[in-house]
């Protein structure tokens, strides 16, 4: 029997892998039970048992814990490099390196809201570190990105990380502007001199989840500014500067980019990517993980495919990560299980979504302490996982005889 784990974080609680590798050691201690017990002699029930392969992938949906899933997943490195915040303070910015040389990035090690420890200032908030992760990448040999731009502190276009790319933005006097929100409304020729020829030899996969365009009320500045600190009273003249910069841009290079969905991501960091870099995808996240972790590979010969997540809800019903590898999964005509730390009533959509049974890890009443403890947690992951599969192995099915 083959069973792929392909488990989400539980955040705050349990990694990826952690998550993963405690499933497996759950799974495989339901495999020496059945083999040393006296059901086990069954002939058609003992191979399933001796041949258990479990193959553990790292996952995530291009988000928070996309880096740490990917490099301890895959065997990357860790790397660090001292960037612009978004404050414009000095911040030690942390992403991956992959075997393959693709570097994993999130954008928020950069310009993320966490980082901001005073009050928020969206006419400040530049994305200025992004581009100086990325151009630190550059030179350290990679060519391929995958980058995750959720959590951002920034509503000023992408145009710090453009600027740090080697682009300038100048007003009409013709002096290179700040590269801050405040600047946007000003600009009115562009220079791309500085722009390092090998930028065109780097292809960049953005994970990148939603789907609003850059400008207009269902725009950056208008549905997402006011978690940025834009005020209500300024919205409307604040999407008129990000028109008037979107438009200058695009007459730059006579394409016009702003009105495709996803450009208005991260203060209008999709749309600085598909204007500034010529192999740009956005792409959801998770289908971006999905194909770097090589899934779809593994599914071809597996039974039974494991997922999870810290909660299961209706959220995990409209597409997050255990739905996406459901999906794929049953490509493979697989059986998927999955567990979940907390499991709403409303999780029951998720068998709608190809998640065939899923259960809670917690044995029982606890605090959310307790229940989040790293250890306690992978313990439950582990004694869940057992009792599961030895319920699979005493019915003695592998995927000939799992489906009618």
Wanted: glycine share 12%; aromatic share 6%.
């Amino acid at each position: 029997m083959k069973v792929v784990v392909a488990i989400d974080s539980f955040k705050r609680s349990m990694t990826s892998v952690q998550a993963g590798n405690a499933c497996k050691e759950g799974i495989l201690a339901a495999a020496h039970a059945h083999c040393g017990s006296g059901v086990a002699a069954a002939k058609d029930r003992k191979p399933a048992a001796d041949n258990m392969n479990v193959v553990v992938k790292p996952l995530a949906d291009g988000g928070e814990g996309t880096v740490e899933a990917l490099v301890e997943g895959m065997s990357g490195t860790y790397e660090y490099v001292t960037v612009t915040g978004p404050m414009g303070n000095p911040v030690k910015a942390r992403y991956g390196i992959l075997p393959d040389q693709t570097a994993v990035m999130e954008m928020a090690e950069a310009s993320g809201i966490t980082l901001v420890k005073e009050p928020l200032n969206p006419w400040k908030a530049t994305s200025t570190g992004v581009g100086e992760m990325i151009l630190d990448a550059v030179q350290k040999g990679c060519r391929k990105f995958i980058i995750g731009i959720g959590g951002s502190a920034t509503t000023e276009g992408g145009i710090g990380m453009l600027s740090a790319l080697g682009y300038d933005f100048m007003d009409e006097n013709g002096d290179i502007l700040p590269p801050v929100f405040a600047s946007l409304e000003k600009v009115v020729q562009i220079e791309n001199n500085r722009v390092p020829e090998v930028l065109k030899d780097c292809h960049f996969q953005i994970a990148c989840d939603v789907k609003n365009p850059l400008c207009g009320v269902e725009g950056c500045v208008y549905v997402f500014g006011a978690q940025k600190g834009v005020k209500e009273e300024e919205k409307e003249s604040m999407d008129r500067a990000m028109q008037s910069y979107a438009a200058c841009l695009e007459k730059f290079t006579g394409k016009k980019f702003s009105e495709i969905p996803g450009t208005g991501a991260a203060g209008g960091l999709g749309f600085a990517f598909l204007w500034g870099l010529p192999n740009v995808e956005l792409k959801p996240g998770i289908d971006i993980v999905l194909e770097a972790v090589g899934l779809a590979s593994e599914l071809q010969d597996a039974d039974i495919v494991v997922t999870g997540e810290g909660c299961l809800d209706f959220q995990t019903a409209m597409g997050k990560v255990p739905v996406g590898v459901a999906k794929a999964a049953k490509q493979y005509g697989c059986k998927v299980i999955a567990f979940a730390g907390s499991v709403t009533e409303e999780a029951i959509k998720c068998n709608e979504k190809g998640i065939d049974a899923f259960f809670s890890i917690l044995p029982g009443v606890c605090s959310l302490d307790e229940a989040m403890n790293t250890e306690t947690a992978q313990k439950n992951m582990r004694n869940a996982a057992e009792q599961v599969f030895r319920l699979v192995l005493a019915c003695g099915k592998e995927k000939s005889s799992l489906h009618p």
